[in-house]
């Protein structure tokens, strides 16, 4: 696609990953009621792959959170747009994320939501641009490890496009068509 000017990660690539992480978390919550806690909209593609590689019981829940509104680059504003529907109270709680960056927006939620007493509280991320990490936050799980490009598809947009695009690419910047 003409959009498209580097594939990062492959769709076989990030399956095969996904089913790795599955396995490894039915493993480490076995005996357990797991509440897979999705951030929207950009965690979508990951949870709905990855809850289906876990075998123990799972709910699922979702989060609307905001940091970057348009733009390409972290804001530090967080803001919740949609909030949970259930309590987490005494709950396993695993948070599904697209990806990491400056950590400003997980940070933010992770004090959120730790005041709502959990049982367990841990973050699964598809994708963690360490390089650019602004504040210390435990991740628990990472798919892969990237390197400081703007990357999108899988759920990953660029002014909500290319979510749908099964694979994770940098956008060719010709597209890079509005405001930043
Ligand atoms: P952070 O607060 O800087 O860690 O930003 C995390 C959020 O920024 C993610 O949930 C994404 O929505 C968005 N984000 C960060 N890097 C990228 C990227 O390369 N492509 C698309 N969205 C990104
Ligand atoms: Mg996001």
């Known amino acids: 696609m003409d959009i498209v000017k580097r594939v990062l990660i492959a769709e076989e690539e990030i399956q095969e990953r996904v089913r790795e992480l599955g396995a490894q978390i039915s493993k480490d919550y076995e005996g357990k009621e797991l509440l897979l806690l999705c951030i929207l909209k950009g965690g979508l593609m990951f949870l709905a792959d990855l809850c289906r590689?876990?075998?123990?019981?799972?709910?699922?829940?979702?989060?609307?959170?905001?940091?970057?509104?348009?733009?390409?680059?972290?804001?530090?504003?967080?803001?919740?747009?949609?909030?949970?529907?259930?309590?987490i109270e005494g709950k396993h709680v695993l948070i599904i994320e697209d990806i990491i960056d400056s950590g400003l927006t997980l940070s933010y939620l992770m004090n959120n939501l730790a005041i709502r007493k959990p049982a367990s509280l841990k973050i699964c991320t598809l994708l963690d641009k360490q390089v650019n990490r602004e504040v210390d936050i435990p991740v628990d799980y990472v798919g892969f490890t990237v390197p400081n490009e703007f990357l999108v598809g899988y759920g990953l947009d660029y002014c909500e496009l290319y979510r749908n695009i099964p694979y994770i690419f940098v956008l060719d910047p010709k597209y890079y068509t509005h405001d930043m």
Do not use: N
Request: proline content about 3%; aromatic content about 6%.
């Open 53 to 87: 590689h876990i075998t123990v019981p799972v709910a699922i829940d979702f989060i609307g959170i905001s940091s970057y509104g348009h733009a390409t680059r972290s804001s530090g504003v967080v803001r919740i747009t949609k909030d949970l529907e259930q309590s």
